[in-house]
């Protein structure tokens, strides 16, 4: 049942990836998050400014233009950067630090320009340690925006992993129960890989994964069975990794012995180790000749 919830769950983070790549969702995030950052959700002010920089959107020829003509949005951008950007957009004489007070002051959005006041007065004048304030800032923002989106793809994780279990049947508690009915049939799995046979093989392809009947019946049993799935579907959120380092535990546990690559460490250690720890016990007895003769202080 470990290996059958490591695979759905696999499946499940590269159907997860592949419409995250498809439907371009961290850059729109990224996106989102930066507009509420700066208070922009027109993205027609600062928001857009930022984006038109080449530190933070490289494929832009530096001009602003609105959401819907972006020609590429960047999946993630490099704290120092956006610091560079924004303050690049906010100064209307570039290295003008003397003058960022008063070009701040026309920031149209009262919240950001009080925010940047702030960030402005504990630089103290030092224009790089504005920059770094502007960076922890950042930082803090996206922290926000990683756990919405981490949030959110919980639930499409969950859906698809849903989704999954019906379309394939792939019900917990009849699996649990063949298994438990049939302890010869759990023995057999118990051993692989090196115990799989003909006949173990013939009996995994009767486990009850797949449809042998449908539409179902709308009964107690399909409650039943319904439950199973959200049971498979929950075990896919601890993600494939757990799953699959549960198995190698599992199966390290019923080996014995020690690997044949830390039996040839051992082996390799021993020689160079051994005269020095017969040298010293050998010197230990010759200089307590009296612990030899009183074995029953040992």
């Not at 928001?47 to 530096?62: E, F, I, T």
């Not at 803090?140 to 279990?165: C, D, P, T």
């Not at 250690?269 to 010293?280: E, G, I, K, N, Y």
Request: contains cysteine; hydrophobic residues 50%; neutral net charge.
């Amino acid at each position: 049942m470990t290996f059958c919830y490591g695979t759905v769950a696999l499946i499940v983070a590269t159907l997860q990836e592949a419409l995250a790549a498809a439907f371009r969702l961290r850059a729109n995030t990224l996106l989102a998050g930066i507009k509420s950052m700066l208070n922009d959700p027109r993205f027609d002010a600062l928001a857009q400014m930022v984006y038109a920089h080449p530190l933070v959107n490289p494929h832009s020829d530096g001009n602003p233009v609105d959401e819907r003509h972006l020609a590429a949005r960047p999946s993630y951008i490099e704290p120092a950067h956006f610091a560079i950007a924004l303050v690049d957009s906010i100064q209307k004489v570039p290295g003008d630090f003397a003058r960022l007070g008063a070009d701040i002051d026309a920031i149209r959005d009262p919240q950001v320009r009080r925010a940047l006041h702030a960030l402005h007065a504990r630089a103290a004048g030092d224009l790089e340690r504005f920059q770094l304030l502007v960076a922890g800032w950042f930082d803090n923002a996206m922290e926000r925006v990683s756990g919405a989106y981490k949030r959110r793809q919980l639930l499409i994780s969950l859906l698809i992993s849903l989704l999954l279990a019906i379309l394939f049947n792939i019900d917990s508690i009849n699996l649990f129960r063949t298994l438990w009915q049939q302890p010869q049939l759990a023995a057999h799995i118990g051993g692989a890989p090196g115990a799989l046979d003909a006949e173990t093989l013939r009996q995994l392809w009767a486990l009850p994964i797949g449809w042998e009947s449908f539409p179902p019946v709308l009964d107690a049993a399909f409650a039943l069975q319904a439950a199973g799935w959200l049971i498979t579907a929950a075990t896919t959120l601890f993600g494939a990794p757990f799953w699959f380092d549960l198995l190698q535990r599992a199966v390290q546990l019923r080996g014995t012995g020690a690997r044949p690559q830390e039996t040839a460490i051992a082996a390799a250690s021993a020689p160079r180790a051994a005269p020095a720890m017969v040298a010293s016990t050998v010197a230990v007895v010759r200089a307590t000749p009296a612990l030899s003769a009183a074995p029953g202080e040992a």
